[in-house]
């Protein structure tokens, strides 16, 4: 039995059913069993890791879980999992916690890191840079209008299929060797923000104009979604890739022993979210 956390997000949802792939038994953490739609076989269990006397029992049985990263309340889901007879933790972390800098998303990773550091758990961090998921914010406007509208068409970046990541995740579940690892993610490409518009439109076989927004016009409109500070961080970071190719790591294909997926394979595969009929 394998407990996973978050497993009704991106990564979480496709960890799940790897493990199923693989025969495991699976159990889903949610905070909201009646209308999450967890695949057939999975046993699924209410608990909000926000709250950890939720969880109680949630760990009963299992020797390994996949954790969500929540840092508020991570020691003490650690202590209770380990009590439970937890022996190994795969955590979702991100490349930030690699930056010894004071952003609001190293520090949070950090800190979930570190208390796994300090639990007695073996341990092994999954930590991805950019997801592809992220820019499922631009397809309302692809639907409606066939138009993406953000600042930095020329920003480039690695950005990373939620099935890789968990690709590497199930892996590290799954096999012994992972402990202590710390494994940094990329896609396999370093493409362009236009460019991942041009991969959108070749999903959905039409047109998808990419309408340059000022930065300014850009942060009034992410601030109403995301954190000032997170819009902030994401907004200096695509001015700082203009011309800047993004660095690619052979992580996923080292762990997995498949080649990660590509931007463009993640739209074909997300073809739907844009518009495309079922
Ligand atoms: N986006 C990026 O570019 C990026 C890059 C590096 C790392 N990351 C990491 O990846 C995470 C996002 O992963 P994802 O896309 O798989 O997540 P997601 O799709 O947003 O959802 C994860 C699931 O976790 C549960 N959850 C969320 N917050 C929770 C909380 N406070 N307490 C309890 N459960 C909670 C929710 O499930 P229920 O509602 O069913 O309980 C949610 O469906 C980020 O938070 C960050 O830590 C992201």
Do not use: C
């Not at 497993?7 to 909201?32: F, K």
């Not at 480039?156 to 199930?170: G, K, P, Q, R, Y």
């Not at 000032?228 to 052979?250: C, E, K, N, Q, R």
Request: hydrophobic share 40%; proline share 7%; glycine share 8%.
């Amino acid at each position: 039995m394998i407990v996973v956390t978050g497993a009704t997000g991106n990564v979480g949802g496709n960890v799940v059913r790897q493990l199923l792939d693989a025969g495991e038994r699976v159990r889903a953490v949610t905070r909201s069993p009646d209308t999450a739609r967890l695949p057939r076989g999975v046993e699924v269990v209410r608990g909000d890791l926000a709250e950890p006397s939720t969880l109680t029992g949630a760990f009963d049985g299992a020797e390994r879980i996949f954790l969500f990263p929540v840092p508020s309340t991570v020691d003490s889901v650690a202590e209770l999992a380990k009590a439970s007879g937890v022996r190994r933790v795969v955590a979702l972390s991100s490349s930030a916690a690699a930056d010894q800098d004071d952003n609001p998303i190293s520090v949070m990773h950090r800190t979930v890191e570190r208390a796994l550091e300090n639990s007695g758990l073996d341990w092994t961090f999954v930590r991805p840079g950019g997801f592809a998921t992220n820019t499922l914010s631009w397809a309302p406007s692809v639907r409606a209008e066939s138009v993406v509208r953000a600042p930095y068409p020329d920003a480039a970046a690695n950005l990373i299929h939620e099935a890789d990541i968990a690709a590497v995740a199930t892996t590290a579940l799954l096999e012994d060797g992972h402990v202590g690892a710390r494994y940094e993610l990329t896609g396999p490409h370093s493409i362009t923000q236009a460019e991942q518009v041009q991969a959108i439109a070749a999903a959905l076989g039409r047109d998808v104009r990419f309408e340059e927004q000022t930065p300014e016009q850009a942060r009034r409109t992410m601030v109403e979604y995301l954190p000032a500070p997170i819009a902030d961080i994401l907004l200096s970071y695509w001015a700082g890739s203009v011309g800047v190719p993004a660095p690619v790591l052979p992580t996923v294909e080292q762990v997995t022993g498949r080649p990660a997926r590509s931007y463009p394979e993640w739209a074909v595969d997300h073809a739907e979210d844009f518009g495309a009929p079922s």
